[in-house]
Antibody, heavy 120, light 113 residues
Framework: QVQLQESGPGLVKPSETLSLTCNVS??????????WGWIRQSPGAGLQWIGN???????HYNPSLRGRVTISVDTSKNRFSLRLTSLTAADTAVYYC????????????WGQGTLVTVSS | DIVMTQSPDSLAVSVGERATINCKSS????????????VVWYQQKPGQPPKKLIY???TRASGVPDRFSGSGSGTDFTLTISSLQAEDVAVYYC?????????FGQGTKVEIK
């Protein structure tokens, strides 16, 4: 059974860059036809889609993040990553890694989530 | 962006009674090419990620009790719990996957009266 698990710092300073990793266990992601992505959840903004990278290599990001986000997949390490730059307090949230079958599809697999706090 | 608006924000229902949650999208999420509505409903319990309940607006996911049902088309959708059980206490979200950016409703908290 495939599982997702997020890892990364729980506390990051304003203006710095957040790097999170999602480790995929239970099956190799190489050659699988899925999209891998990130969603965050905060009391103020609710659930917000950050973006996905799909098996075709195409990347799709939320325009509201104004070019601050990059998602990459490392099949050799069976994981994918999120990079979010120029952090502010508004980026404080629980970050979930997710899977979908294609870009216009529901998210059928979620990690447990990791809380990231942006504070000096 | 497509805005998803849920109502009510919260509701309290007695065990065994019906709970109804509405979700309205700011534009149609019905794709004429396949006549499918690109809406999914999730259930989220404290400390857990959202779990898919209903997809294509009305198709129950595997393992989901049949007391959960989804309906609607175009811009108006409903999640119904026909006979609320204690384990159904959670926050419920609608999500449109018709276009990017994916967007979610603000959530409806369901409690026991």
């Amino acid at each position: 059974q495939v599982q997702l698990q997020e890892s990364g710092p729980g506390l990051v300073k304003p203006s710095e860059t957040l790097s999170l990793t999602c480790n995929v266990s239970g099956r190799s992601i190489a050659g699988l036809s899925f999209c891998w992505g990130w969603i965050r959840q905060s009391p103020g903004a609710g659930l917000q889609w950050i973006g996905n990278v799909c098996y075709s290599g195409s990347a799709h990001y939320n325009p509201s993040l104004r070019g601050r986000v990059t998602i990459s997949v490392d099949t050799s390490k069976n994981r994918f990553s999120l990079r979010l730059t120029s952090l502010t307090a508004a980026d404080t949230a629980v970050y979930y890694c997710v899977r979908s079958e294609e870009i216009l599809n529901w998210f059928d697999l979620w990690g447990q989530g990791t809380l990231v706090t942006v504070s000096s | 962006d497509i805005v998803m608006t849920q109502s009510p924000d919260s509701l309290a229902v007695s065990v065994g009674e019906r709970a109804t949650i509405n979700c309205k999208s700011s534009q149609s999420v019905l794709y004429s090419g396949n006549n499918k509505n690109y809406v999914v409903w999730y259930q989220q319990k404290p400390g857990q990620p959202p779990k898919k309940l209903i997809y294509w607006a009305s198709t129950r996911a595997s393992g989901v009790p049949d007391r959960f049902s989804g309906s609607g088309s175009g811009t108006d959708f409903t999640l119904t719990i026909s006979s609320l059980q204690a384990e159904d206490v959670a926050v419920y979200y609608c999500h449109q996957y018709y276009t990017t950016p994916h967007t979610f409703g603000q959530g409806t908290k369901v409690e026991i009266k």
